[in-house]
């Protein structure tokens, strides 16, 4: 069914569920991995000019390639080579446009799951992509509700949980 996943990466611990998805769908179906991280240089536009833009840059760069050392360790375990591929510019964008160009089957990615103001101020990467993308979005939980404390984070959440 599937012949070529795409499972797009920030990096963070987090995306790791999103990714373990992805490398085990993968192996159950014989299907490529590519792993994509996408820096977004856009981000530090508001530097002030002195900052050196060579030296954010290899730092953006530096993380990115991290990230996708850890989607090939992941992948590992499940027996799955992976193309990794750094891009840059809009990270919705770009993943869109490389599961299209690439004639990826299926993408995988992580979200939040925030909601109401969250999402509006925040963004939502994962959003932009099921929007725009003619190919399947997998999305998968990480972080947010599913991984809360169970201990109450409010006043009014101590009363009640007494």
């Keep these: 069914m599937y012949d070529r996943i795409l499972v797009p990466t920030d990096g963070s611990s987090e995306t790791e569920r999103a990714v373990e998805h992805a490398a085990e769908l993968a192996a159950e179906h014989a299907a490529e991995l590519h792993g994509v991280y996408v820096v977004n240089s856009a981000t530090f536009a508001g530097l002030p000019m002195e900052t050196s833009w060579e030296g954010v840059d290899d730092v953006l760069r530096e993380e990115g390639e991290t990230a996708l050392e850890s989607v090939e360790t992941i992948a590992e375990r499940y027996g799955v080579a992976v193309t990794s591929t750094l891009l840059d510019g809009s ?13 990826c089957d299926l993408v995988v990615m992580g979200t939040h799951g925030r909601g109401g103001i969250d999402r509006l101020l925040l963004g939502s990467v994962a959003e ?31 009363a009640v949980a007494e």
């Design 128 to 158: 932009g992509v099921v929007r725009a993308c003619s190919v399947p979005v997998l999305t998968v939980q990480v972080g947010g509700d599913s991984e809360r404390s169970t201990e109450p984070e409010s006043e009014n959440e101590r």
């Design 91 to 103: 990270p919705s964008k770009r993943i869109v446009e490389y599961a299209e160009n690439e004639d």
